[in-house]
């Protein structure tokens, strides 16, 4: 399983709960669409997972900013997911983003509104802020490879999940 998550908004420590924890605790690998905040909370995430693909976000300390990238690019069993925390240009920025990366799938966050869309030329998620909702439900992305593709699904730190969808993968 692959765990997407953004916004976390911290200033010493991840803030993981729930559902949330369990699923960073389980996963093959971690996804942070940016806006860490502070070092601290990267190195927190770190002792849950090891494997974490952070990015910047625009609220990221410099520290973070010496260490991670803008954006990037990252292969999961095969599907290509390109990451980056927003786009001035909305989700057509995005979705050229990725089409740009020859991605299957573009990772964003900022809005802290956990989001599916398939309505362009390359599926977009945005796994919102399990820690800093402000308004939004508060979520993280599961990401599960199948036969077709990707599965994946919205998920609250309580466990319920209020979206599923899948994302074909191009061979």
Not at 62 to 88: D, I, Q
């Amino acid at each position: 399983m692959l765990v997407l998550v953004s916004d976390t908004h911290g200033t010493d420590g991840h803030r993981l709960r729930g559902r949330t924890l369990e699923a960073v605790r389980e996963a093959d690998a971690v996804v942070h669409a940016g806006d860490f905040y502070r070092e601290a909370v990267l190195d927190d995430l770190l002792r849950v997972n090891d494997t974490v693909y952070g990015v910047t976000g625009n609220n990221d300390d410099a520290p973070l900013r010496e260490r991670l990238p803008e954006e990037r690019v990252v292969g999961y069993e095969g599907a290509t997911l390109a990451v980056r925390h927003r786009s001035r240009s909305g989700a057509t920025g995005l979705a050229l983003f990725g089409r740009e990366r020859d991605a299957d799938l573009v990772v964003f966050g900022h809005s802290h509104r956990p989001e599916f869309d398939d309505s362009g030329a390359v599926p977009l998620v945005n796994p919102g802020s399990y820690a800093q909702p402000r308004g939004n439900r508060p979520a993280h992305a599961e990401l599960d490879r199948t036969a077709d593709g990707l599965s994946g699904r919205l998920v609250t730190p309580d466990g319920e999940v209020f979206e599923e969808f899948t994302v074909p993968v191009r061979e």
